[in-house]
């Protein structure tokens, strides 16, 4: 990549990340805090290990299979759409 | 903050061009920081999306332990892919489990994981109901509230930990993964619960169930809420219940019809010997 175009992809890096930031301001600064210092966090004493992982349990989850046909049964006997 | 940052981002390219020697800027490595705040200002690709909630699901699956009752988690899939399949995220491939929990809870993970209590499934009456509160999880999905959550943590933060996620940097993948198990377990934000309560309502009578299901397990769920200890989590991640009967109210059509699917025996047949997890 020459480095008039490394330039011209800078800029216009730079310029999109302002124009976001001004809309991001905008758009959220009538909520409350919603992550960092989440509600209820300071009131919870219970640890979280979130180092632990079951990948097998997630897996046999994702064998559970459901066939079109199935589905299309399940939606007709139920009298869904 | 992210004014005063943009502020400096447009001053930046205002500077003249003297005040600014580009032969001093290294522009390879410039070049790549600009292009990890684009990734983080649109986002995460559905594929980084669905690595995270696997990491998410597999964190909660081993904290709680999963339901393995294979005609349980048939049924609960089937109300799922109902729903998803009127839903406007139908391609993402969801699946529905059932924690081994006596608390009364659901939650959605990143990338179309989808978790509901042995405690909950207790108290639901219906199938319209399970559909109200899977379509809850499921608008968490659509509307992707972890991803957004990640972004309006911290620009430059999220901006670092979703290219990590991009990028597949382990380290930083964990810290991803950290910050959306505790985003879980604390809930989501006001806004965010308020507008899956009107979009699962919305869901739930597009797929043609009673839309009332999820006001109906809210409203119940509430009765307990003074007197019964365990639903002190609920009331954590989640706004006061009148807040939430009234979302709810504002997108239900003034008249129903009786007769709209509520599936008490469908429900029933499958959940009528649930007993929360001690």
Do not use: C
């Not at chain 1, 919870?44 to 349990?57: F, L, M, V």
């Not at chain 2, 198990?181 to 309502?201: C, I, M, N, P, W």
């Not at chain 2, 769920?221 to 991640?237: S, Y």
């Not at chain 2, 807040?243 to 239900?252: P, S």
């Amino acid at each position: 990549m020459s480095r008039t175009w490394k330039r011209l992809f800078l800029l216009g890096a730079l310029a999109s990340a302002a124009v976001w930031g001004f809309a991001r301001e905008k758009s959220t600064s009538d909520e409350p805090v919603p992550v960092v210092g989440v509600r209820g966090l300071e009131k919870n004493d219970e640890k979280i290990d979130t180092s632990e992982r079951d990948y097998a349990a997630i897996d046999r989850l994702g064998r559970i299979e459901i066939t079109t046909t199935e589905l299309q049964r399940f939606i007709k006997e139920g009298g869904l759409k | 903050m992210r004014i005063a940052f943009s502020l400096l981002l447009v001053s930046s390219l205002v500077i003249p061009g003297n005040a600014w020697d580009w032969n001093q800027v290294d522009l390879d490595k410039a070049a790549s920081g600009g292009a990890k705040l684009l990734k983080a200002a649109s986002g995460m690709k559905d594929a980084d999306e669905i690595r995270l909630g696997r990491e998410v699901a597999a964190n909660l699956a081993a904290r709680y332990d999963l339901i393995e009752d294979q005609a349980r988690l048939k049924y609960i899939n089937l109300v799922g892919q109902a729903l998803v399949h009127q839903s406007n995220r139908s391609k993402l491939p969801f699946h529905f489990g059932i924690l081994k929990a006596p608390e009364y809870n659901a939650f959605a993970a990143p990338g179309g994981y989808v978790f509901i209590t042995e405690g909950l499934l207790s108290q639901l009456r219906d199938e319209a109901e399970l559909a109200g509160v899977l379509a809850h999880e499921i608008s968490h999905i659509t509307e992707r509230h972890v991803v957004k959550a990640i972004r309006d943590a911290n620009l430059l933060g999220a901006g670092k930990d979703l290219a990590a996620a991009a990028g597949h940097d382990a380290e930083d993948y964990a810290s991803l993964t950290d910050f959306s198990v505790h985003l879980l377990e604390k809930g989501f934000s006001r806004k965010d619960e308020l507008q899956a309560d009107r979009l699962g309502t919305e869901l739930a009578a597009k797929t043609g169930y009673d839309p009332r299901g999820l006001r109906d397990s809210v409203a119940r769920l509430a009765e307990h809420q003074e007197k019964d200890p365990i639903l002190a989590r609920f009331k954590r991640t989640h706004p006061p219940t009148q807040d939430r009967l009234d979302a709810i109210n504002k997108v239900l059509p003034k008249k129903l019809s009786e007769s709209l699917p509520r599936l008490p025996e469908r429900y029933k047949l499958v959940f009528a010997n649930t007993v929360p997890a001690k």
